[in-house]
């Protein structure tokens, strides 16, 4: 009963580049997966820098690059384990200095099981 409920709220775009590189050894399998985007905002928003409290209306549009170690091991025939390390970082045009670096120090490192379903 409101067209407001039919629209779908949209968000930003994301436009980006990825490979994926791996090389399988007999034991362990080393890779690198590099990544870069663009995120738009579809609308105009405004910021306010810190301290001095200059504000900003734009279109917000992050630039981040993103590279990623990982290293898979066997543990059974359908089990591995998969260690990775990621750093990214992030410009952006937040605020009155546009395409500040806003994601210093950035990383993250994980661990994880996969699982394969072999015939």
């Not at 050894?25 to 890779?31: A, D, E, R, S, V």
């Amino acid at each position: 009963d409101d067209a407001n409920t039919l629209t779908i709220t949209y968000s930003h775009n994301d436009v980006g580049l990825q490979g994926f590189f791996e090389y399988n050894l007999k034991t362990i399998t080393p890779g690198i997966a590099l990544k870069s985007y663009l995120r738009s905002d579809a609308d105009v928003s405004s910021f306010s820098t810190v301290p001095d409290n200059l504000s900003s209306s734009k279109r917000r549009r992050d630039i981040t690059i993103e590279a990623t170690a990982s290293l898979t091991a066997p543990i059974e025939t359908n089990i591995h384990l998969y260690l990775w390390y990621t750093y990214s970082r992030t410009f952006s045009n937040i605020g009155i200095t546009d395409y500040t670096d806003r994601n210093i120090k950035n990383s993250t490192v994980g661990a994880a099981l996969k699982a394969y379903v072999i015939k």
